[in-house]
């Protein structure tokens, strides 16, 4: 792409960019319609901290005798129909608060809840800080680094987490919240995510139809174990606050918790189980172009480099929940009460349950895979991926 076409590119971007920052200009406070408008749908409001009134944060004790720390400051509301509005805010602590929150800064970009102070103005409640602005530039640089190093490959892996993200977004959550069964929607999403996957990353083939059908196998294992420990064990499902107050909200108290905890068995071992699966079928589709190996002999070979792709991907598994449960990793370490006793707490069985469920399917992907690919492979040879 030559100069001027980069230049024709980055002029309407520039003046995009310089009518929007045109259009924040500052304004009055906001008027008490558009205000309470926003507080009774309590609607978060993007805002910029522009001063902070109280370097000093004011202390003093609540009705309970509990210390609280208020911060005061003013913002100017960056979004919606009082975007340029300048109203006051608060950011309040309670000295049993149990996260700690960052004292605001000027220029920090922040969330408000629109509320009202002693005299009856607006007053905007500190939500949180925004933080869409890290995250999308941490994206750009995923997607770089994919691109880059992938080439056309790493621009089909996108194009298929694209569709993974997509589908879990739009198909997926609608369905439970329609009152569709998780577990169907688990199986339908999975197995929707799983074709499109391999169609885009590896073309229609025999390697991919082997794939698929040892992914199929390895997840449909980890399913039947995953109802049969769940009942065994008579969980229910109930393993955090979210889980209480999801079953809490209207319309979905019908949920079935334990099928969420399917779905999110199912899911969690989908993106590993594509891995071995993948790693697999092109392993013996390529053994079975160079050398010829057939029958027996090129699921003997399957087997082999199957169990070393088996032991990294289950500890891959077994990681990555385990990365996600180190604060309750640490909870048991600290706590006196017998090992027993803890391990039977359903938080702990059902994070247990969900990394050795995913791993044994995973395992069972690995003669599965080979052995339809024993089969397509004396059949016909796999043809090219037509995408490459």
């Known amino acids: 792409m030559n100069h001027k076409r980069l230049w024709l590119l980055a002029l309407p971007l520039a003046l995009l960019s310089l009518a929007s920052c045109a259009g924040v200009g500052e304004r009055p406070a906001p008027s008490l319609e558009d205000w309470a408008v926003a507080a009774d749908a309590l609607t978060m409001l993007r805002a910029r901290i522009i001063s902070v009134d109280s370097e000093v944060e004011q202390e003093s004790t609540d009705d309970?005798?509990?210390?609280?720390?208020?911060?005061?400051?003013?913002?100017?509301?960056?979004?919606?129909?009082?975007?340029?509005?300048?109203?006051?805010?608060q950011l309040v602590v309670h000295s049993s608060a149990s996260y700690p929150v960052r004292p605001p800064r000027t220029g920090n970009s922040i969330f408000l809840m629109p509320s009202w102070d002693a005299d009856g103005l607006p007053l905007g409640d500190f939500g949180d800080y925004n933080r869409t602005a890290g995250l999308l530039a941490l994206f750009v640089i995923f997607v770089a680094v994919l691109c880059i190093v992938g080439g056309k490959v790493g621009a089909r892996s996108l194009l298929a987490l694209v569709f993974t993200c997509a589908g879990i977004v739009f198909i997926f959550i609608p369905m439970v919240k329609a009152g569709v069964s998780p577990i169907f929607a688990a199986l339908l999403i999975s197995a929707l995510v799983t074709v499109i996957t391999l169609a885009v990353i590896g073309g229609f083939g025999a390697k991919t139809f082997a794939a698929l059908l040892g992914i199929i196998t390895g997840l449909i294992i980890s399913g039947i174990l995953t109802t049969i420990m769940q009942a065994a064990m008579k969980l229910t499902g109930v393993v955090d606050n979210e889980a209480l107050l999801l079953s809490q909200r209207v319309g979905m108290e019908g949920v079935s918790l334990n099928g969420l905890?399917?779905?999110?068995?199912?899911?969690?071992?989908?993106?590993?189980?594509?891995?071995?699966?993948?790693?697999?079928?092109?392993?013996?589709?390529?053994?079975?172009?160079?050398?010829?190996?057939?029958?027996?002999?090129?699921?003997?070979?399957?087997?082999?480099?199957?169990?070393?792709?088996?032991?990294?991907?289950?500890?891959?598994?077994?990681?990555?929940?385990v990365g996600g449960s180190l604060h309750l990793m640490l909870l048991i370490s600290v706590e006196s009460a017998q090992l027993d006793y803890l391990l039977s707490w359903e938080l702990i069985a059902t994070e247990l349950l969900r990394a050795l469920a995913g791993s044994v399917g995973l395992i069972c992907i690995v003669p599965a895979t080979a052995l339809v690919s024993a089969v397509f492979c004396r059949v016909k040879t796999a043809p090219e991926n037509p995408f490459a």
Do not use: H, W
């Not at 005798?65 to 109203?87: D, E, H, K, N, Y």
């Not at 989908?270 to 891995?275: E, K, R, S, T, V």
């Open 261 to 321: 905890m399917f779905a999110a068995i199912l899911i969690g071992a989908l993106g590993a189980a594509m891995d071995v699966g993948v790693s697999i079928a092109s392993a013996l589709e390529e053994l079975n172009r160079k050398s010829g190996l057939q029958g027996a002999e090129l699921v003997e070979s399957g087997m082999r480099i199957g169990r070393d792709v088996m032991g990294t991907m289950t500890n891959t598994l077994v990681l990555a929940y």
């Open 64 to 89: 309970e005798g509990q210390g609280v720390r208020t911060t005061l400051f003013t913002a100017r509301i960056t979004s919606g129909p009082m975007r340029g509005c300048v109203v006051s805010g």
